[in-house]
């Protein structure tokens, strides 16, 4: 079963204006990650928030994560056309090869 | 720097037929994985190799098969292929177990795959 779920499932706003996706998740976690997946393309990486942080800031990102509400949220500020793409969050149970599980992803659409 | 390199990137395979997914890394990574996608689901891990010489089962196993050929190359192999196993396979990389690097993945372009 998933651990993390993704919500909502899809979301459109026009350009320049900002980007909410949340992520929940079941178990404690040792962190959590944010993946863009453009297209027909493979997943990249964005940010990893660990369990001991509460929010983190990449460029145009931003990721917090509150572990008493077992949530995370992804703010994209100011969205371009460029940002279309799906979002997925993965959760760790810890740092060992093989213990990300990964949602079933937001699709962003940022209408020009 | 290729990073995570995966062929063929498309395949149509007829039920029973056998295929092996080609997956090389060039950025040193410990840890290597098969993930596949449904459309509109996310990914689930098939198999995964932690380091070299050692592999392990994800949550979608059944039907595959692995070798970590070398610290480089991990291959996911098809015995005989069903319709349930068309899907999108992803091969990814991780530097490896211990820090919080070990669970960030590098991804390859994908491997569509159509199973009639």
């Known amino acids: 079963s998933q651990q993390g779920e993704e919500d909502p499932q899809a979301l459109s706003i026009q350009e320049g204006e900002n980007a909410t996706m949340n992520c929940s998740y079941k178990?404690?976690?040792?962190?959590l990650q944010w993946y863009r997946q453009n297209s027909g393309r493979g997943l990249v990486h964005l940010i990893l928030i660990r369990s001991n942080e509460r929010e983190k800031h990449s460029g145009r990102l931003r990721v917090t994560l509150d572990t008493s509400k077992k949530s995370s949220s992804l703010l994209i500020t100011a969205s371009r056309a460029a940002d279309t793409a799906s979002y997925f969050c993965a959760t760790a149970l810890n740092t060992n090869a093989g213990k990300s599980t990964f949602g079933d992803g937001t699709t962003l659409t940022v209408k020009p | 720097n290729a990073g995570v390199t995966q062929t063929p990137k498309f395949q149509v395979l007829k039920t029973g037929q056998s295929m092996t997914l080609q997956c090389a890394q060039d950025m040193n990574h410990n840890s290597m994985y098969w993930y596949r996608q449904d459309p509109g689901m996310g990914l689930r891990l098939i198999y995964y190799?932690?380091?070299?010489?050692?592999?392990d089962k994800g949550e979608v196993p059944n039907g595959y098969n692995v070798s970590r050929l070398n610290k480089r190359e991990f291959s996911l192999r098809l015995e005989s292929a069903a319709p349930s196993q068309t899907s999108v396979y992803f091969c990814?990389?991780?530097?490896?177990?211990?820090?919080?690097?070990?669970?960030?993945?590098?991804f390859g372009a994908g491997s569509r795959l159509t199973v009639l």
């Open positions: 190799s932690a380091s070299e010489g050692t592999t």
């Open positions: 178990t404690s976690i040792n962190n």
């Open positions: 990814a990389s991780s530097a490896g177990t211990g820090g919080s690097g070990a669970n960030v993945l590098t």
